[in-house]
């Protein structure tokens, strides 16, 4: 199952230089792409039905700017 942690890695990835970040998550961010679609659906979809029935279930990481920090 995915949590915050992993999901934030998806997005932004884990190396703590910014640029790094943007010169290999820009295609992820900027780019169609059939299978990062496909994943983010397989990954994440549950989390986002999930959102949408029960906004209080994902209240504690509405929490900080981080959201689970």
Do not use: C, N, Y
């Amino acid at each position: 199952m995915e949590t915050p942690d992993t999901i934030h890695a998806f997005w932004f990835g884990t190396h703590p230089d910014d640029d790094a970040v943007i010169a290999r998550q820009s295609a992820l961010w900027w780019r169609k792409q059939a299978d990062v679609d496909a994943e983010i659906r397989r990954r994440f979809a549950p989390w986002v039905a999930r959102a949408r029935h029960a906004a209080s279930w994902t209240a504690g990481w509405r929490t900080s700017a981080a959201g689970w920090r």
